[in-house]
């Protein structure tokens, strides 16, 4: 247990005027700031160094980076000392789109990049109006006439051809859009006065999150249809999808009702002292109010929702990360699997780590208006 | 819903219920009659759809012959069993990864929260980028990660040794072990005994202290109780500790502890993901110590370790509880993602169990009454843990 290191400058230190290089004093202060600091900076440096050195000399130094269409030949000789990113460039169609047409593979790819303008309207707060709503319902109509076509000249393609990033990006942002309002129902159910309302949610909310998704997505894979009438039978995607929009209401329901615990009363009573019926009570008073307190914890909900669609690989459902296990079963390329994980794992770190940013700079105290 | 209409004046009562009682009454009969509706309907369909499949429902098929190898299990097993059996054994698999990987998350994550901290500017940036880094990457990603890497590994006989006696290989770890039996058991559990004495004891001398404000030191009991007890009881009846050391005979190894490689990658995958959330929640939970406790602390001219025992960690852990609770239990359901590498955790054995005998709705059931009750253990332990740590308020 070291020292802290936000510990506010003594003002005696700030007056006394500063010696010597800046970039030495910086050394000094940080790194060399003790005898057993500077050990173990020492040692951190020389460990660095060699995990540093190996890697460059397995990832860029001895790496083959490119090949003629299906020979893995040369990674085969460098297996051991050279990473294979030439599976990247052999695989990236498929590990992206998967079996979706390949002469169409643009449709998916514009999905794509749709998904990530609506997420980056979605984080601007001058745009957190009742608009936003419409956007997102415009925006995923046309994600589904791009996906499945059959409308304006695009041929149809049917869900099962459809894989890779774009499934895991409608996994999220479905589970996500439709989760949403099931979670400030379930969350407004959890406060209710009524008992029976109320035991309800509780019983949804505790159950969902006690157990595992891998159970829910087991029991939506082969429960399902055990309990739809013969004949009739629906989407494995689709229901993978119904199954973790009732995972996310159940943990998005939480973090809402820690936002409705954070409304003060007073603004209960003045809603009721307006005359405001329950609903325009809570849609136009407290949720608003509630949902702002929450944004940060709301922001790691989805971060973890994101990568729990992963899963789906379980039940056998074309995701990113389905399609990557799936590209590596190529006996020619079998051996080169840890370079496709790294190239998975890289696009979903991507799409994290900016939402974690995000979920930051909200943190980050706004300066009183 | 303006100010300018007044509400009509209340109405006579009708069954002694008020309007707004009524339409409570009305909303909640709405909405469990719809939630009955469902579920009357989807049990319906699958009563017919059992019967149309002819699959008889109920417990009884855990009676019958199990016929599933499970390869790693500490719970003697073979195929012949029951399924009752294989179940029992895949919880007990579950419960060894669970309880394991909790303490060693535990600690991985208390180290690394504790450099993100750290004066080292080096030391916190790399805590920082191992933190960033597990925590945006699916698990399931890390784990077929790290069980690729773990079939990569060498073969028994060339086997890497970091250690005198331990051996990686793609066999999996293998550890020096000292086998336990019955005697090593005995003296085992005199130690428990003995930390329950002392734990008995020390609450004692803190009455104590309490009342005369006199500091009363406990550790002469700990090594009498703890250390002193177990050994005389070892000596006394005659137990030996002897290490076994592994060694390789012909294409696998002897002796010595072996974790698969199936069991190593989950543990490995659920530690380290588990940790990097633990670090922020310890993080946090330090820096939310007002600055001026550790001044006074140090004003009081405390000793460092006393200080951080007496007053930075009992207010720290007020904070770190709570959220460490549910990394606990996410770390439970995260082992049920043993499914996808092979290890027989309860969710595969169940899974197994369901292509079998096509038992889904026993199978899932069973599935999740034991998910329930871990995590409902887990919750009402850390439950208790947290009022014992809770501020008393006046």
């Known amino acids: 247990m070291t020292a802290i ?60 980076w490119l090949t003629s269409a299906n020979d893995s030949s040369a990674c085969r000789a460098a297996r051991g000392v050279g990473a294979c990113w030439a599976i990247i460039p052999e695989k990236y169609r498929f590990i992206l789109f998967g079996t979706y047409p390949f002469d169409e593979q643009w449709r998916p790819a514009l999905s794509v990049v749709l998904f990530i303008a609506l997420y980056y309207l979605s984080t601007r707060r001058a745009l957190w109006r009742r608009e936003l709503v419409y956007l997102w319902i415009g925006a995923l109509a046309l994600i589904s006439v791009l996906m499945w076509g059959g409308v304006f000249g695009l041929s149809f393609v049917s869900q099962d051809r459809w894989g890779g990033l774009p499934v895991t990006l409608i996994l999220a942002t479905f589970g996500l859009a439709f989760g949403f309002p099931l979670g400030i129902l379930v969350a407004l159910g959890r406060r209710s006065k009524l008992p029976a309302i109320r035991s309800l949610s509780v019983l949804y909310v ?37 199954a973790i929009i009732l995972f996310a209401g159940a943990y998005l329901a939480e973090v809402i009702r820690g936002g409705l615990q954070a409304v003060p009363r007073g603004q209960y009573e003045a809603a009721d002292a307006l005359g405001l019926s329950y609903w325009r009570k809570h849609r136009l008073i407290v949720l608003p109010q ?40 190529d006996p020619a390329w079998q051996q080169f699997s840890v370079e496709v994980y790294i190239f998975v794992a890289a696009i979903y770190f991507v799409f994290c780590f900016a939402m974690s940013r995000y979920s930051r700079s909200l943190e980050a105290p706004t300066t009183p208006k | 819903m303006t100010a300018d209409h007044p509400r009509p004046p209340p109405r006579r009562r009708f069954f002694a219920l008020g309007r707004n009682e009524l339409k409570g009454l009305f909303w909640q009969v709405l909405v469990v009659g719809i939630a009955v509706g469902v579920i009357a309907f989807l049990w319906s369909n699958t ?52 309880v394991i990987g909790i303490v060693l998350a535990t600690i991985l994550g208390t180290l690394i929260g504790i450099s993100r901290l750290s004066a080292n500017w080096l030391l916190s940036r790399l805590a920082a980028v191992y933190v960033e880094t597990l925590r945006d990457i699916p698990l399931l990603l890390q784990l077929l990660f790290w069980y690729v890497l773990m079939q990569a590994l060498p073969a028994a006989r060339a086997a890497w040794r970091p250690v005198e006696g331990v051996f990686l290989s793609n066999r999996g770890l293998i550890l020096p072990a000292i086998p336990i039996g019955s005697p090593q058991l005995w003296v085992l559990g005199t130690a428990v005994l003995g930390l329950v004495l002392f734990y008995l004891i020390r609450r004692w001398l803190i009455a104590q202290q309490m009342r005369d404000g006199k500091p009363r030191p406990a550790w002469p009991f700990a090594v009498g109780l703890v250390l002193a007890l177990p050994t005389a009881v070892s000596v006394a009846l005659g137990v030996s500790w002897t290490i076994e050391w592994p060694q ?16 190593f990658a989950l543990l490995i995958a659920l530690v380290t993901y588990t940790s990097a959330f633990i670090a922020e929640i310890v993080r946090s939970g330090i820096q939310s110590v007002p600055r ?3 001044d006074a602390a140090n004003a009081l001219g405390l000793r460092r370790s006393f200080m951080l025992r007496q007053i930075i960690l009992p207010q720290a852990l007020r904070v770190i509880v709570p959220p460490m609770t549910s990394q ?38 069973l599935i999740m009454a034991v998910f329930l009750t871990i995590s409902l253990s887990i919750s009402f332990f850390m439950n208790w843990y947290n009022a014992r740590i809770a501020l008393v308020e006046r």
């Open chain 1, 5 to 64: 290191t936000d510990i506010p400058e003594a003002p005696r230190a700030a007056r006394r005027p500063q010696m010597g290089n800046p970039v030495l004093r910086w050394l000094r202060k940080n790194l060399f700031s003790s005898i057993p600091n500077s050990i173990l900076t020492v040692v951190l440096l020389a460990l660095l160094a060699k995990g540093m050195f190996s890697f460059v000399q397995w990832g860029i130094a001895n790496a083959v």
């Open chain 1, 206 to 242: 505790e159950l969902i999150r006690g157990v595992p998704l891998v159970s829910l997505l087991f029991m939506a894979s082969v429960m399902f249809p055990l309990f739809m009438p013969a004949g009739f039978n629906i989407d494995k995607l689709l229901r993978a999808q119904i």
């Open chain 1, 290 to 329: 509630a949902i702002r307190h929450v944004i940060p914890p709301l922001v790691n909900t989805f971060i973890a929702f994101f990568k729990d669609t992963s899963l789906v690989l379980i039940i056998g459902i074309f995701d990113l990360l389905t399609t990557a296990k799936t590209a590596i079963i």
């Open chain 2, 47 to 98: 009563v017919t759809n059992l019967s149309a499949r002819r699959i008889t429902t109920g417990f009884a098929f855990l009676g019958r012959e199990a016929g599933m190898p499970i390869a790693d299990s500490l719970l003697a097993y073979n195929p012949r069993d029951t399924y009752l059996w294989a179940f029992v054994v895949g919880i007990a698999n579950t419960l060894r990864v669970a």
């Open chain 2, 248 to 263: 390789l005979r012909g294409f696998n190894f002897v002796g010595g502890l072996t974790l698969a490689p199936e069991y």
């Open chain 2, 292 to 294: 001026g406790q550790w």
């Open chain 2, 328 to 365: 606990y239990l996410n770390l439970t359901k995260n082992s049920s993602l043993a499914v996808a590498i092979g290890y027989q955790d309860v969710v595969s054995v169940a899974n197994t169990t369901l292509n079998q005998t096509g038992q889904a709705i026993e199978a899932i059931a």
